[in-house]
């Protein structure tokens, strides 16, 4: 990965603002010869709505983790919302993408105390990856630039519960529920005679076998890994403190 200024996650304004304009070298002479107003309003416009989340994949896990522990801690900040509003008219550039369970017991923007335009959230329950939310954590790589996507799975998955009564016990749901426990299967499959509490081990493994995928199953993904300008991991909700561990 190149190391230059011109690449760096957070780049020098008056430096950005010149490449993205296409000068050359006269022009450089030129600009620099420009009021100062114009080139600050210049950069200005130039800068992603939420500047402070342009960062690296390494900073964006640190900054989640410190979210949680604000969070499961009672220590959480008070955002600005109505100022966050008018930031975010323009566009978004969110710090981290999450794929997690549609359960209402967890939401991520306050489970990391994130703000609006910080996270950009896909749920479905059972925290799996399909065709549709592919393409969105795409986008938000893509389009939007987060550097991290993080698979959230849960304690207690509903979805995850019935995927095993459909896998151990043959159970049929009505309905478009077998839609869930077909997806959930492979992952509660290579649990079924692990030692331990099988919803505890397929709910991890079915974390791990997602974070697997994104790594593998999108040329767009896999080119912003090998970048190093992107990051997949994977972390467990605890239901009792709010905590998340990271376990792929």
Do not use: W
């Not at 549709?132 to 630039?145: D, H, K, P, T």
Request: some cysteine; aromatic content about 4%.
């Amino acid at each position: 990965m190149c190391k230059s200024c011109d690449s760096s996650p957070v780049q020098n304004p008056r430096r950005r603002f010149l490449r993205l304009a296409g000068l050359g070298a006269g022009a450089l002479l030129l600009a620099s010869a420009l009021p100062d107003k114009i080139v600050q309003a210049a950069e200005k416009a130039a800068l992603p709505p939420k500047p402070q989340n342009s960062i690296s994949p390494d900073m964006a896990l640190k900054r989640l983790i410190e979210g949680n522990e604000r969070y499961f801690t009672g220590t959480s900040k008070t955002h600005d919302f109505k100022a966050e509003r008018e930031a975010l008219v323009s566009g978004q550039n969110p710090f981290v993408a999450v794929l997690g369970c549609s359960d209402s017991r967890i939401a991520p923007e306050y489970a990391f105390d994130t703000a609006r335009g910080d996270l950009f959230a896909i749920r479905v329950a059972g925290n799996f990856v399909t065709d549709e939310g592919l393409a969105s954590l795409e986008y938000a790589v893509a389009v939007l630039g987060a550097p991290l996507i993080l698979v959230l799975g849960h304690e207690s998955c509903g979805a995850i519960s019935a995927g095993i009564k459909a896998t151990k016990d043959n159970v049929v749901f009505p309905g478009h529920i077998p839609k869930l426990t077909d997806a959930l299967k492979p992952s509660i499959e290579k649990v079924l005679n692990e030692p331990g509490s099988l919803i505890e081990n397929a709910t991890a493994q079915n974390v791990k076998d997602s974070v697997n995928r994104l790594k593998n199953a999108s040329p767009l993904l896999t080119d912003a890994l090998a970048k190093g300008t992107l990051k997949v991991v994977g972390g467990i909700y605890r239901l009792a403190d709010g905590k998340v561990d990271l376990i792929a």
